[in-house]
T-cell receptor
Framework: GAVVSQHPSRVICKSGTSVKIECRSL??????MFWYRQFPKKSLMLMAT?????????EQGVEKDKFLINHASLTLSTLTVTSAHPEDSSFYIC?????????????FGPGTRLTVT | GQQVMQIPQYQHVQEGEDFTTYCNSS?????IQWYKQRPGGHPVFLIQ?????EVKKQKRLTFQFGEAKKNSSLHITATQTTDVGTYFC???????????FGKGTLLTVNP
């Protein structure tokens, strides 16, 4: 099946610093990548949708200047949490999809646990 | 906006018992997907249902999509300890491909 990697898996940073998370589709070209946030024992909350070569589409309530998304190629998207604060601590998960006419499934990366101290 | 409700939130069963989780959407869906997330892991795609009234089976798992394409269910027959995890349904509307996830059902199985 399709494999999606995420790096780093865990990161601890100090308040006020920025953190970059990478999401890569390893064996397929992803036309679209999604970034989610998951709080403990909660569901996945979509933050933004990223298409290669174009600006990301952010969900309502998600600050685009705080969560910078770059989708430079069909296999790589990055999420940068700028000026991180403790409330940004969360599990960030990316997913990648080819979004064909008949197929909408998303393949999820292993997630990145961000802790802001 | 689109909302997807999922019940129950938790389900504890004895190994060998059956398990069902239900999903309801506030709007008609173009497709519904099911994912499984093991404790400490990430969601893993299980299946996609597209057609009204569709039923699909994967070994002990049976997935159904309602006639009105607004509800779905996942049924596991004779649960095993390997079935432990949170099962999420996720629906996509007609006009876009974004998934709206249900809150998930955490299944625990007593051996």
């Amino acid at each position: 099946g399709a494999v999606v990697s995420q790096h780093p898996s865990r990161v601890i940073c100090k308040s006020g610093t920025s953190v970059k998370i990478e999401c890569r589709s390893l064996d397929f070209q992803a036309t679209t990548m999604f970034w989610y946030r998951q709080f403990p024992k909660k569901s996945l909350m979509l933050m933004a949708t990223s298409n290669e070569g174009s600006k990301a589409t952010y969900e309502q309530g998600v600050e685009k200047d705080k969560f910078l998304i770059n989708h430079a190629s069909l296999t790589l998207s990055t999420l940068t949490v700028t000026s991180a604060h403790p409330e940004d601590s969360s599990f960030y998960i990316c997913s990648a999809s080819q979004l064909t006419y008949e197929s909408y499934e998303q393949y999820f990366g292993p997630g990145t646990r961000l802790t802001v101290t | 906006g689109q909302q997807v409700m999922q019940i129950p939130q938790y389900q504890h069963v004895q190994e060998g018992e059956d398990f069902t989780t239900y999903c309801n959407s506030s709007t008609t869906l173009s497709n519904i997907q099911w994912y499984k997330q093991r404790p400490g892991g990430h969601p893993v795609f299980l299946i996609q249902l597209v057609k009204s009234g569709e039923v699909k089976k994967q070994k002990r798992l049976t997935f159904q999509f309602g006639e009105a394409k607004k509800n779905s269910s996942l049924h596991i027959t004779a649960t095993q300890t390997t079935d432990v995890g949170t099962y999420f349904c996720a629906g996509s509307g007609r006009s876009n491909y974004k998934l709206t996830f249900g809150k998930g059902t955490l299944l625990t199985v007593n051996p």
